[in-house]
């Protein structure tokens, strides 16, 4: 009679154990095994990620907790339901935070307004207000965009369309809002979009930084800070990206201080070729003492990375969805007809006043940010124990993981069509925008922490909606994927492929 060895005994033990684990959890939405817990599952799905973690939180009813491996502290709150987001955000703001995992993984923010918590959160955004809020910082992003559309977006694709080429409109937007953040932040224009579509180091290494961000978070801590340690992989473009980047931000705030020391700040704020933030920012130092340049970089960081992913990212998304739907186009075209009076050439007159006659447009831009909004997940961290209003109890220093992408196809949200992409949602009975409160429209984040550059944003987009529909005809490559890329920002994976055709109205 044959006895078993050692080894073939492990080998049963191991195999009963893997048996047990897989009867427990092949009905589950997301198996949970032995010492792994459920990061396999997670890595598996990573190209279709948001979908993934949307299906999950169907199943689980809006909200369920993620284990990751044994021993490595990887336990984040996954939801999407309108109350527990309402409930972090608002009610209970003062007791969710960014916390030390986000800071880790966001460390090449430094302590700009996206990473900071508490009193120095309320200072950055103290400052930035004061700025926003000021009429003529608003009327110079607007005269910035304008001339950017004019002088460079229009010539481009105006090129693209004569010569009968296929573009990818995603990374003619990204290099497009680049340029124009830089200049509205730095009062540097990088000039990213031209016809040959030039590699620019610092615009290139926001892309890389984008892609090494992610992965810290499916990664765990240990491997990644051990991978940051050896500077191999993801790490060593990162680290490489942070320093290309600094170089940039450094030689622009000291470029400012320079011009600030030869002239007044009477003689700046009168002078539209030296308006930008960073200006505004340094002129406006006072007695309590100098604004240091770290405050600036993180300051500047912050903004252009806001300024270019999210509007970029939307626009995408935007003209996708339009050229999908001639239907949409045909309305936002007859409304920007009605509406906007005719400027030189076949040209519209952009006025932030008829901007805001185009409640249409306003409502596709909105649909177009529900269903794909530009950042699909934020981060929270509970500093005390809580109890979410969907009965989940919450340990302090918990990760909390709201999906803005889940929360945006939610039928108890939105209805049974929340897959589709129908504007009129968005419009009352009375032809005016319905508003829908930010802890479901999330977009725009919610509460305390919702975006400063909301309007500057939406007007951004109007602009380069309107310049473009009304110039042109735009037509999707047939057979080209546009699926959702894995990243910090929804970006489409494979780009967005058009050719062109002029309109003529």
């Known amino acids: 009679m044959a006895v078993l060895g050692i080894g073939e005994f492990l080998v049963a033990v191991i195999l009963f154990i893997l048996i047990h684990y ?48 044994w021993l490595s502290n990887m336990k984040i709150l996954f939801t999407s339901d309108p109350l527990n987001v309402q409930h972090i955000t608002c009610t209970q703001f003062e007791n969710y935070g960014k916390g030390n995992d986000f800071r880790e993984i966001f460390e090449v923010l430094g302590d700009g307004i996206f990473r900071s918590d508490s009193q120095l959160w309320k200072y950055n955004r103290t400052v930035l207000h004061s700025i926003f809020k000021q009429t003529s910082f608003q009327l110079f992003t607007h005269k910035t965009i304008m001339k950017k559309i004019e002088t460079c977006l229009l010539p481009f694709l105006d090129h693209v369309c004569k010569e009968g080429m296929e573009v990818d409109l995603q990374d003619a ?20 979009l031209s016809i ?12 890389e930084a984008e892609d090494a961000l992610f992965y810290r978070h499916v990664t765990p801590k240990f491997l990644w800070k051990l991978l940051k340690w050896l500077q191999v992989g993801k790490e060593a473009k990162l680290e490489e990206g942070q320093k290309i980047v600094d170089q940039m931000l450094y030689e622009q705030i000291a470029s400012k201080r320079r011009i600030i020391e030869g002239q007044s700040g009477s003689d700046l704020v009168g002078d539209e070729s030296h308006f930008n933030l960073l200006n505004v920012l340094i002129n406006n130092e006072t007695g309590k003492g100098k604004i240091g340049d770290k405050f600036l970089r993180d300051t500047a960081i912050n903004l252009v990375v806001a300024g270019r992913d999210t509007i970029s990212s939307c626009l995408t998304w935007f003209f996708w969805l339009v050229a999908a739907h001639p239907s949409v186009e045909a309305k936002i075209l007859a409304e920007i007809t009605e509406n906007l009076q005719q400027s030189k050439g076949n040209w519209k007159d952009l006025s932030v006043v008829g901007l805001g006659k185009l409640v249409y447009l306003h409502a596709a831009i909105s649909e177009a940010l529900r269903l794909y909004p530009p950042v699909p997940f934020e981060h929270k961290c509970a500093l005390k124990p809580d109890v979410l209003p969907s009965g989940h109890r919450i340990d302090a220093n918990t990760m909390i993981v709201y999906s803005l992408y889940s929360m945006g196809r939610m039928e108890e949200t939105w209805g049974e069509d929340c897959l589709k992409f129908r504007p009129e949602r968005w419009i009352s009975e009375k032809g005016g925008i319905i508003h829908i409160p930010s802890y479901k429209f999330i977009a725009f984040n919610a509460g305390p922490r919702s975006c400063l550059g909301k309007d500057i944003s939406f007007n951004e987009i109007k602009m380069i909606a309107i310049a473009m529909l009304w110039n042109y005809h735009i037509h999707l490559v047939e057979g080209h994927s546009t699926t959702p890329g894995a990243s910090i920002v929804l970006y489409m994976k494979h780009g967005l492929k058009v050719t062109l055709t002029k309109r003529s109205i």
């Open 173 to 192: 937007f990204q290099r497009l809002t680049f340029d124009n953040i830089c200049s509205i932040v730095l009062g540097f224009d990088p000039n990213c």
């Open 196 to 207: 040959d579509f030039p590699e620019v180091a610092c615009e290139k290494a926001f892309n």
């Open 22 to 69: 897989w009867r427990l959890n092949r009905h589950a939405p997301i198996p949970n095994w032995p010492i792994l817990g459920m990061l396999p599952a997670l890595l598996l799905n990573i190209p279709t990620v948001f979908d993934y973690i949307t299906s999950i939180l169907k199943h689980q009813g809006g909200t369920f907790m993620f284990e990751g491996p």
